[in-house]
């Protein structure tokens, strides 16, 4: 079984830091990131995916999840696989 965590990112430029934080507070528990905005030479998109792989069971993931919905302009969905 595999646990998915998809943030569709829509104010990527002022939410970063809190995404990040998130991120690294449960480091130990992500095995795969992978981050996916639109940019060019010329703008860089304010809107971003980000798809995480999640090692931990579901009722352990429930707080990070909670903690990337609490971030105004993130959306966040667990898929279990």
Not at 12 to 34: P, W
Not at 47 to 73: C, Q, R, V, W
């Amino acid at each position: 079984m595999a646990n998915i965590l998809i943030l569709s990112v829509e104010k990527r430029n002022s939410c970063a830091v809190k995404i990040q934080e998130a991120l690294t507070s449960s480091g130990c528990e992500i095995r795969t990131r992978l981050g996916i905005h639109d940019s060019s030479a010329l703008a860089c998109s304010d809107k971003g995916l980000i798809i995480l792989e999640i090692l931990s069971e579901e009722n352990l993931i429930k707080p990070l999840l909670a903690k990337f919905e609490a971030l105004d302009g993130v959306k966040a969905k667990l898929i279990t696989i």
